[in-house]
């Protein structure tokens, strides 16, 4: 009677293990093939999907809600071999305005170029058609930022710079059109603010100007937008053009 008992209950122990086995394996099959932070493996995005996607990664940064985990071997091995960015975004070179936190993605998910006050030059123009033409980008942002040093410093007189180096008054000068209209006579921060949307808004405007590029936004439904990343909130804001 007893070894009837032990049989028993080895029997019954045996089915609730196999049981526990079976739940474990469906929770597991449940589980999403593609988790929260990974970069899109789908055809390129359309310009606004890839927007909207910016500007929901931001609010993710605003409130301190990152999806991803910058520093995972994962990413690294994904695009060991190839990228597939889904937005471009020229910003500035400054350390405080990296592209990829403010907008909270991850590696490969964003084709950045970066130099002092986002300014466009043929370097900037060619690895722009490289994204357009090779990488599919469908979304360019212009990225100015708060008390951008190099827009500040191009709201002085020509005199004022005259003893820089020549290749940063060269760079200077690329900024000091699209600055131009901007009233000397505001308070210092709002005469700032000004010439960084202003700069970003020529930024933009000059880069729908390359044949290239223009025929891109006709043909591949491609748009370049200008915006401007607040420093003190951590928001950035999309420019209406």
Not at 113 to 129: F, K, L, T
Not at 135 to 141: E, G, S
Not at 149 to 176: F, M
Request: charged share 25%; aromatic share 4%.
């Amino acid at each position: 009677m007893k070894h009837r008992y032990f049989i028993l209950f080895v029997v019954l122990r045996l089915a609730v293990f196999l049981g526990l086995v079976a739940l474990t394996g469906l929770v597991t099959a449940a589980e999403p093939a593609i988790k929260v932070g990974a970069a899109p493996d789908a055809d390129a995005l359309a310009s606004d999907e890839a927007l909207a996607r910016l500007v929901q990664g931001n609010r993710r940064c605003v409130e301190g809600k990152s999806a991803h985990e910058h520093d995972l071997a994962k990413w690294r091995e994904r695009f060991l071999v190839k990228q597939k960015p889904f937005a471009t975004v020229l910003g500035c070179s400054d350390s405080r305005v990296p592209p990829e936190l403010l907008f909270d993605q991850g590696f490969g998910e964003l084709f950045v170029i970066r130099v002092a006050g986002n300014i466009v030059d043929p370097d900037v123009v060619g690895s722009i058609q490289y994204a357009v033409e090779h990488l599919d980008n469908k979304l360019i942002v212009v990225l100015g930022h708060q008390n951008c040093g190099a827009v500040t410093a191009a709201l002085s007189p020509p005199d004022q710079t005259k003893d820089e180096p020549q290749e940063l008054r060269a760079l200077l000068d690329r900024i000091r059109p699209a600055i131009e209209p901007v009233d000397r006579q505001q308070e210092r921060e709002q005469r700032i603010a000004a010439a960084v949307e202003a700069n970003a808004r020529a930024s933009a405007t000059q880069l729908r100007q390359v044949p290239s590029i223009a025929a891109a936004i006709k043909t591949k439904h491609v748009k370049v937008v200008g915006a401007v990343y607040h420093m003190d909130s951590g928001k950035i804001t999309m420019l209406d053009d």
